[in-house]
């Protein structure tokens, strides 16, 4: 990656794992959508069956490469890798994050980008207005949303579906949050965030890769964003639990001296109250160091990312697909 910045209108990123077909049929109606007029980086998240090939892009008429990644990193941090290397190669006008699988519809696209060129935010996100997931999905994705609030005092209500101005692509790979969840980063980035309510389409082909504990894996990691949020409101439970369990304790040693207790109930309760007593300092040094982990961590950089990406596959120079979609010799 040299320190010479290329210029581009437009840059659609999208993650891919094992899922070339759908891939392909995106690229396609990206380039039928827009007319052409983007450049598709594609993130091989380390796929072996099927990966994506530069030519699945050249056969949609637009222009774009593939960064194929040493090793699965997981879907967020995928977008992570793109992200970094978007801001430290292109100088973009806006740049798109979308999911290979069709779920994010080409069709909404110029919607994020109309409200983004307002010029009044830094970044747009898609929320959701109509959703197609099972009955199961939908009820785990309302209880995690009940905790996701109760924990950090915030609502998330959008996903990786994001157009992104200069600003915001630049702040964003500047921060490590987003290695971890993208949507929850956009949330403490202090962007200017808009909304453009949007439809959940379909997968084109085959089901998702991602199992249970995959998507509470992802749930976890959207608060560990929040980390000195969900911190203090743990610490305060603790506080609630550790002052309660003091007062009982010398509640029950009152009483004991009295000769109000039972034998063996005195010896029962006050084990179970200081049991409860270091499992709430417990809980709550944990959580410290979590928070401090987080906060020590430092953005990636140029040669942490060259150590990441294991080689890059480049069509078309970005002029020669302006001119191929504007009809120009």
């Known amino acids: 990656m040299s320190g010479l910045k290329v210029a581009s209108d437009l840059i659609v990123l999208m993650p891919v794992y094992e899922d070339r077909r759908s891939a392909s049929k995106l690229v396609q109606q990206l380039s039928e959508t827009l007319g052409g007029r983007c450049y598709v980086i594609v993130v091989e998240d380390g796929s072996v069956d099927d990966p994506v090939q530069i030519a699945d892009i050249a056969a949609a008429g637009v222009a774009g490469e593939v960064l194929y990644l040493a090793r699965n990193m997981g879907h967020q941090r995928a977008i ?5 290397y ?32 307002t010029g009044r935010v830094d970044a747009v996100v898609a ?46 790979a500047a921060m490590q949050e987003v290695w971890l969840h993208l949507a929850s980063t956009l949330m403490v980035s202090r962007l200017r965030l808009g909304f453009v309510p949007t439809d959940r389409g379909t997968r084109y082909f085959g089901r ?13 990691r959207s608060m560990m964003v929040f980390a000195e949020d969900v911190l203090v409101r743990i610490v305060l439970f603790c506080s609630v639990i550790a002052g309660t369990s003091i007062v009982l304790l010398a509640t029950t040693t009152t009483l004991k001296f009295l000769g ?7 010896s029962t309760l006050s084990g179970i109250l200081i049991v ?22 430092a953005p990636m950089g140029r040669e ?26």
């Open 260 to 266: 109000f207790a039972t034998p063996g109930w005195f």
């Open 80 to 84: 992570a890798t793109g992200l970094t």
């Open 86 to 117: 978007i801001a430290a190669t292109f100088e973009p006008a806006a740049v798109v994050v979308m999911d290979s699988d069709g779920e994010d519809r080409p069709d909404s696209v110029p919607s994020l980008l109309a409200e983004l060129h």
């Open 208 to 220: 998702s890769r991602m199992n249970f504990v995959g998507l509470a894996l992802h749930g976890m």
């Open 127 to 172: 929320r959701r207005a109509r959703r197609s997931e099972t009955l199961g999905f939908r009820l785990f994705y309302y209880f995690y949303r009940f905790i996701f609030q109760i924990l950090t005092g915030r609502t998330i209500r959008f996903g990786n579906f994001t157009a992104l101005s200069p600003v915001g692509v630049r702040r964003l």
């Open 304 to 329: 942490q990312l060259a150590l990441l990406i294991e080689r890059i596959e480049k069509g078309a120079p970005l002029a020669a697909a302006a001119n191929a979609s504007t009809g120009s010799p």
């Open 276 to 297: 409860i007593l270091f499992q709430a300092g417990i809980l709550t040094f944990v959580t410290l160091m979590v928070a401090g982990t987080m906060r020590g961590a």
